[in-house]
């Protein structure tokens, strides 16, 4: 599920953290040291093709005897920031002579524009987005092919199958964000209410919610990122799950928005938040809205794993779980979304050193499981798990063990987030707020049909 900090008027809130610069690895004096199968100094040489031969195909000097900058950007998530610091501190202890210049940007916002600015100047050696980028960028011909790296084989095989494209493997999928609706498990509790599977399930919650003086839904419409997010959250089980190829339909004239009872359902599942939110809604950010769910003050808030951290942060000890947002045929799956993910440059100059970085980020078991722990995300290497406390995860479990996941990409990849997705959480907005009618909305959403594909 693409999540985006859109610079609408009234999107204010998240406006200081877009396009955050950062710091680039200093310099290591210092020998090259060998990688251990955990990433930490060892005796295994994997990690790295010694070769001897230069990028461009002639001989040279290994890649592990120059002093190598990578240029890396990293379309961020809101639970990113602050890991690159993690990534430059291991790094420098197994491999001294690679750094890295850091450039990250908020991925909803800039990570799309920036690599339609490269891509006529020359990416970046690696570049990190998510899962449903590899796709996007594969097929235009600007990624490297990591098939036969060894990262390939510490990843999670159901990983993989998103990032392969005509059999050969574009991108390294590092982590996911589970997407769904947290809920207060004491407000439930204490209202005796159960997990909602149907749409009439759901009124019950909110009705007795609100004859109990407990706001039903906890929302921060100020980020139309959200709006959107949600939006897909509620497509992916009630159009996309029945049709996967409903964009490409789109796109050829099969299918559209206006006059489509399933789209207008699925925008009017946001009426049916804004209608049972906080009158303050779009102006309220994120970190005071998820307070208002871990403080009681409501039930239920649709999101993803992003706000685990603002949750643990306000109360280390919030008992919090997590159901799919109920469909209309009442079998809507929880929903799972491919996050930080590795792509090289087709045209780096330092192929060699860019492979070896990816596979010693796969490599660094204890690296991943702080970042995962830092992030509160899943882990998607193999015999690699998280130790962060997550409330949520027998819900998430229970989900999985009865076939009741969805891949966010079966959305992703038939509607573009930047320029399509995002647009239309705009015309929601306004649309929300009585600036145009159900109606306008859906009709503009088909007047960008042509700027929709992946």
Not at 21 to 47: F, H, N, Q, R
Not at 284 to 293: G, I, P, S, V, W
Not at 378 to 390: C, R
Not at 431 to 454: F, I, Q, T
């Amino acid at each position: 599920m693409k999540r985006k900090l859109v610079s609408i008027i009234l999107s204010v809130s998240m406006a200081a953290a877009l396009f955050t610069g950062c710091g680039s690895s200093a310099s290591t004096a210092g020998t090259s040291a060998e990688a251990g199968t955990d990433g930490t100094a060892g005796a295994v040489e994997e990690t790295a093709e010694t070769t001897g031969t230069a990028d461009d195909g002639s001989q040279g000097e290994s890649w592990q005897d120059q002093d190598i900058t990578l240029k890396v950007l990293w379309g961020q998530s809101t639970t990113d920031a602050g890991a690159e610091d993690m990534i430059d501190e291991a790094l420098a202890e197994v491999y001294p002579n690679l750094h890295i210049e850091w450039e990250c940007v908020d991925w909803g916002e800039g990570f799309g524009p920036k690599m339609q600015q490269y891509m006529q100047s020359g990416l970046p050696d690696v570049m990190i987005g998510k899962g449903q980028d590899v796709k996007t960028y594969a097929s235009l011909g600007v990624l490297g092919d990591l098939t036969e790296l060894d990262a390939v084989d510490k990843v999670l095989d159901d990983a993989t199958k998103g990032v392969t494209v005509d059999g050969k493997v574009y991108g390294i999928v590092y982590n996911a964000l589970y997407q769904g609706v947290f809920y207060n498990r004491q407000v439930f509790k204490d209202l005796g209410l159960e997990v909602p599977k149907t749409q009439e399930d759901l009124q019950h919650v909110i009705d007795v919610c609100k004859e109990n003086g407990i706001t039903p839904f906890a929302s921060h419409m100020v980020d139309s990122w959200s709006i959107g997010n949600v939006t897909m959250q509620f497509a992916i089980n009630d159009i996309f799950s029945k049709n996967p190829s409903w964009g490409d339909d789109f796109r050829a004239g099969k299918e559209k928005y206006t006059e489509n009872a399933d789209w207008e359902k699925v925008y009017n599942y946001n009426k049916l938040i804004y209608d049972n939110t906080f009158e303050d809604t779009f102006s309220l950010e994120q970190t005071a809205c998820d307070a208002k769910l871990v403080n009681g003050e409501a039930a239920m808030k649709v999101s993803g794993a992003w706000s685990i951290q603002n949750f643990l942060d306000i109360d280390e000890n919030f008992d919090f779980g997590i159901f799919p947002f109920p469909n209309q045929t009442g079998d809507a799956k929880l929903i799972f979304e491919p996050n930080i993910t590795f792509m090289k440059s087709k045209d780096t100059a330092y192929s060699d050193a860019a492979d070896a970085f990816i596979n010693f980020m796969a490599d660094n078991k204890d690296l991943a499981v702080s970042i995962y722990d830092f992030t509160s995300t899943a882990s998607m290497l193999k015999d690699v798990a998280p130790t962060f406390n997550n409330p949520s995860q027998s819900d998430i479990d229970t989900y999985a063990s009865t076939g009741q996941i969805i891949d966010a990409n079966s959305g992703n990849t038939q509607l573009v987030w930047s320029g399509f997705q995002d647009e239309n959480a705009n015309d929601i907005a306004e649309w929300l707020l009585g600036n145009e009618s159900l109606d306008d909305a859906l009709a503009a959403a088909d007047g960008r049909k042509d700027v929709s594909a992946p």
